[in-house]
């Protein structure tokens, strides 16, 4: 058997001997890199507060602007097929296949057929790939990208899409480098206890993705954060599947960073790896690759926001800023780089000030130290024990966590009464205290129908500009890649796109209405 390092270097060559061979229709006539960034649930509301609370508690001149308002080229209509307000699923598709479709569909058409899409497209033509994010990479905008399944809760068979088992687009990995959270979905339901394997477990059968990786492509798997640190492009470690955590990564306002790369971390690294295996040469002294794609995904703004949870919302933008920047400063430096940015949806309705007052206080935030996740994590196990809860709420949640230590009754009560429901209930409770204060509201939970930004740079980026359809984002990047998603679409004629076991009735139920997230 090929030890792993000299499969990796096998594999390497397999890619470079594909992109040379490429059907002269497919293969690009010139180098380009094109990164596409989603700031998930992120609205225009979202960018002012973040704006406001930087300039304020930075003391910034009143013209101060954030990268992203730097780059802001113009709007994003969001709808989807089935819905005036999309989820993330039929948002991402439209993204990755550049077509409508509904409310739950991840990778496929409206018909729940397999549509091709770009990162696919992208593959077969010769460019290297990778996915970032900050959520499960199985969740619903990093798997629209490499999977086709008719619901987004079949992580199990997004999972097996991404690595790209019994894909019919093999023999390479479609997905050439992934790093975000989820490794549970690539364990089998009973761990294998193996050294550097996930010791935990969401799947519902025995197969092993995260072994099967590693002895059917090559994939390098990491884990942890040091594995991460020791990373060195020039190893030449692609295909590479880092997973940090079981399920989603932590928010920016709990990350541990001895524990797990920040967004910034992980796409430094990206750029990083997928330029320099993209410029590897040929003995004449041509390019393997064209190229390479890459989707970035701020995936945890979003989910503050479903908590109305106003002081992560804010830190995950700002962390998604400094990706941003990041990005922007590789661009600089290789001129054939295109960035293009967006959310798929506005999530939470977010107002900066309400009636009758015309303020909002930024300050409010800054004390904040953890998530209201990380809070109701803590406090709903004691709802049992109204005493030692509201000892808890009182002593710890209010003044340590929160920063307040001048709390009201009713909202030391609106805490311990939420804390007794559900963990939404809980979340908004907490986030609902901070907000109040800040005075910031929030419309809804899910998600709204609102247009949101459109960013770009580097080269092309000067012809993209106007409000825009979600689906013309997606034709933005198969022709700034000079490939077509729809000639992969024949090739996943037999693609399994519904998860054994999975409540058929369930995804009828679902298909076309708005999920949670």
Same mark, same amino acid.
């Given at each position: ?90 948002? @991402? ?52 990208? @490499? ?51 996930? &010791? ?55 990350? /541990? ?74 661009? /600089? ?10 959310? /798929? ?77 559900? @963990? ?11 907000? /109040? ?46 490939? &077509? ?24 139920? &679902? ?7």
């Amino acid at each position: 058997m090929l030890t792993q390092s000299v499969y990796s270097l096998a594999l390497y060559s397999l890619l470079c001997s594909r992109a040379a061979h490429a059907a002269p229709s497919a293969k690009p006539a010139k180098h380009r890199n094109l990164i596409f960034m989603v700031s998930d649930g992120f609205g225009i509301a979202g960018e002012t507060m973040a704006r406001g609370y930087v300039q304020t508690t930075n003391n910034y001149p009143l013209e101060w602007a954030s990268v992203l308002d730097e780059l802001l080229v113009g709007t994003s209509r969001t709808r989807s097929s089935d819905s005036l307000i999309t989820d993330s699923a039929a948002g @991402a598709t439209a993204f990755s296949c550049a077509q409508k479709t509904y409310n739950g569909a991840i990778g496929v058409s409206h018909d729940r057929k397999p549509c091709g899409t770009v990162l696919e497209a992208a593959k077969q033509a010769g460019y290297l790939t990778g996915l970032v994010s900050t959520a499960r990479i199985t969740h619903a905008t990093p798997g629209s990208f @490499a999977a086709h399944v008719v619901h987004r809760d079949m992580e199990d068979l997004i999972a097996q899409h991404m690595i790209s088992y019994n894909s019919s687009l093999t023999p390479a990995p479609t997905v050439d480098l992934m790093f975000g959270g989820g490794r549970c979905f690539f364990a089998p339901e009973t761990p294998n206890p193996a050294a550097g394997n996930p &010791k935990t477990s969401c799947r519902s059968d025995q197969l092993d993705l995260w072994q099967f990786a590693q002895t059917k492509y090559g994939y390098s798997t990491i884990s942890t954060r040091k594995q991460f640190d020791d990373l060195n492009a020039a190893d030449k470690k692609l295909p590479m599947l880092g997973l940090f955590t079981d399920s989603h990564m932590a928010y920016e306002i709990d990350r /541990d960073p001895a524990e797990e790369p920040s967004l910034t971390e992980m796409t430094q690294k990206a750029l990083d790896m997928l330029h320099t295996a993209s410029t590897v040469t040929h003995g004449n002294g041509t390019a393997c690759a064209p190229g390479f794609f890459i989707m970035i995904e701020g995936a945890r703004i979003d989910m503050a926001a479903h908590d109305n949870d106003p002081a992560s919302h804010l830190h995950d933008i700002i962390e998604y800023w400094n990706a941003v920047t990041a990005v922007r400063k590789f661009i /600089d430096t290789h001129p054939d780089t295109l960035l293009v940015g967006t959310s /798929d949806h506005e999530t939470g309705g977010l107002t900066i000030g309400y009636d009758p007052e015309y303020v909002w206080y930024p300050n409010v935030l800054t004390p904040v130290k953890n998530s209201a996740e990380v809070i109701c994590s803590q406090i709903r196990p004691l709802s049992k024990d109204h005493k030692k809860l509201l000892i808890a709420v009182t002593t710890k949640v209010l003044p340590k966590q929160l920063g307040i230590t001048n709390a009201t009754h009713e909202e030391i009560n609106n805490i311990v009464d939420g804390a007794g429901g559900s @963990a939404k209930a809980c979340k908004h409770a907490v986030g609902h205290v901070v907000s /109040d204060r800040a005075r910031l509201g929030w419309t809804t939970g899910g998600h709204t129908g609102v247009d949101v930004g459109l960013y770009a740079y580097g080269a092309g980026s000067s012809t993209i500009r106007g409000n825009k359809d979600n689906t013309f984002v997606g034709q933005l990047l198969a022709d700034f890649l000079d490939v &077509k998603p729809e000639s992969i679409t024949p090739l996943l004629a037999n693609q399994k796109s519904v998860q054994e076991g999975f409540d058929e009735n369930l995804v009828d139920e &679902k298909a076309g209405k708005s999920s949670s997230v």
